[in-house]
């Protein structure tokens, strides 16, 4: 019932104990009827509504003076209400108070309690709420968090078996399998119903076109085998095959390495050779996998009546995969820019010199992406136990990691460049052009890796609006506008030097809100040894 939570009845009395135990003897009891454990019911009311985590942070300010900071706070809170909480938007505010609620539109209701209250309460879009009251009994604030978050097909999976409901595993299996189906036929489809002008959109001339066009009408008619691919993969991840999941990745790209030079230059295929190459591989590995999941030796495999879309199992996976969706849209626009831009003041060999330096560099990006998977459930355990210490700690650590990983990009790319891009082309020109331009892009790439973890971080503790936050500020509020703006001045000189400005711009921004968070820390930090 901790401020204003829930109560049963009436006739509760405060920390009522006895209470609470009758509660949950009832739902017990009621749990055992239809054959689940306390557990099991409550993974499934995780897998209705969401995950739920419900945590108290409690500021101490002793003595006289402290008091009247307390009661401060309070009015503060009253005159100017948090708009946003967590870079969630605040929808209502229950000043208990006054009895009255304010929503984001500024209408004001009354709140039908018998009697006010020294309670503040905002609750947010994405379903969280936080409480805020003076102790009755003690020098401190309080203040009551209750964040929430949904889950995508893969947790489902991984909780559902752990809950040793099959059925539901199993159902989460066949809508995979059906999603994938459905949006891989309708993408093709609508794709290649304007192929061509997607193409010159993106930056193909009437010379590229041809080649664009045979090798992307190949990869479209495969689309439907690349999505049941990666979603079989992440399910073989999530059911506990995290070896298997590797494989097909790995198996993937070795038999595509080994098919594009036979298919290109033995075969004669061209760039229809590399296309085919890739959905060949991407089909053996997708027997692999449907040979796996037809084991009904498996917990997980496939059979018939899975396949029905369920409405929860469609939201919340759907709902997941939105954010990285929209991010990597972002990064598709932004590649948009890119492209017409070299074609317009470079020409077509532009486009293949940074196609050439975008592959050099994410190499690099690589690593340190898998630096930032490693971190991030050691940061999220340990900010969720308040260990603030080892969250700093793996944070430093990841950092001088990724910066390591990075400084080598740039020396690799200001030492030897030419030698670096060789490896991709024997063209004199495109390796002079893309020699130039990975020199420029490198730049400030020693920074890049405290971007990278400093966005991933924010993802790690939970504040996804700040990771998206610095993601999207990095390609729309810096590249953006300097792609449009530099080229005006310096040509395609500057669109290369928009890459590492935008970089650089990033970085003092993530700097920024890192420094700022850690100021918290320590303020939480110092605050939890007084109360302790």
Not at 106 to 130: C, H, R, W
Not at 396 to 412: D, M, N, P, R, S
Request: charged residues 15%; glycine residues 8%.
């Amino acid at each position: 019932e901790e401020s204003y939570g829930f109560l049963a009845e009436d006739f509760v009395r405060d920390k009522d104990a006895v209470s609470a135990c009758c509660l949950i003897a009832e739902v017990a009891a009621w749990a055992k009827d239809n054959g689940k454990s306390l557990y099991q019911l409550l993974l499934d009311i995780y897998v209705e509504y969401g995950f739920s985590k419900e945590f108290t942070v409690n500021v101490v300010k002793p003595g006289k003076s402290g008091a009247e900071e307390i009661k401060a706070m309070m009015e503060n809170f009253r005159a100017n209400p948090p708009k946003e909480l967590g870079g969630s938007k605040v929808i209502l505010s229950k000043d208990y108070k006054t009895l009255k609620q304010t929503d984001d539109k500024g209408n004001v209701t009354a709140i039908d309690m018998p009697e006010p209250s020294n309670v503040l309460q905002y609750f947010t879009e994405d379903g969280s709420k936080v409480s805020v009251r003076p102790s009755g009994t003690e020098p401190k604030i309080k203040f009551y968090m209750e964040v929430q978050g949904e889950m995508g097909a893969s947790t489902l999976v991984s909780v559902k078996l752990g809950q040793k409901d099959y059925a539901t595993a199993q159902n989460i299996l066949g809508n995979v399998v059906t999603l994938n189906f459905i949006i891989g036929i309708g993408f093709s489809i609508l794709t290649l119903l304007f192929l061509d002008p997607i193409l010159y959109f993106f930056g193909a001339s009437p010379d590229t076109i041809s080649y664009a066009r045979d090798y992307m009408v190949i990869i479209l008619l495969g689309n439907v085998i690349t999505h049941m691919y990666l979603g079989l993969n992440a399910l073989l991840r999530a059911s506990g095959h995290p070896q298997k999941a590797m494989t097909a990745t790995i198996t993937t790209v070795i038999i595509n390495t080994i098919l594009d030079p036979i298919f290109i230059y033995l075969f004669h295929w061209g760039i229809q050779g590399a296309a085919i190459a890739t959905i060949l591989a991407q089909i053996i590995s997708l027997v692999w996998q449907f040979k796996t999941f037809t084991n009904k030796n498996e917990l997980l495999h496939l059979r018939r009546g899975i396949y029905k879309l369920r409405g929860t199992i469609v939201k919340n996976t759907i709902a997941i995969g939105m954010s990285p969706f929209l991010m990597n849209l972002a990064a598709c626009f932004i590649v948009i820019f890119i492209n017409k831009g070299l074609k317009e003041y470079d020409g077509d060999l532009a486009i293949g010199a940074f196609g050439i330096v975008n592959r050099i560099v994410f190499l690099f990006v690589m690593i340190v992406m898998g630096l930032n998977q490693g971190m991030q459930p050691i940061a999220g355990y340990n900010f969720g136990a308040q260990q603030y210490h080892r969250v700093n700690q793996v944070l430093k650590l990841t950092i001088y990691g990724a910066t390591a990983v990075t400084t080598t990009g740039f020396l690799v790319g200001e030492l030897m460049p030419e030698l670096a891009v060789s490896a991709f082309t024997t063209h004199e020109g495109l390796i002079q052009l893309s020699a130039t331009g990975l020199r420029i892009v490198v730049i400030f790439f020693p920074i890049i890796g405290f971007q990278m973890v400093t966005s991933n971080f924010f993802q790690s503790i939970g504040m996804a609006g700040k990771a998206i936050f610095l993601s999207l500020t990095r390609q729309l509020l810096f590249l953006l506008p300097s792609i449009i703006l530099l080229p005006l001045c310096w040509g395609s000189a500057g669109i290369w030097w928009s890459m590492p400005i935008s970089d650089l711009a990033a970085s003092v921004v993530a700097g920024i809100m890192l420094y700022r968070q850690f100021k918290i820390f320590k303020t939480h930090g110092n605050k939890l040894k007084v109360e302790n």
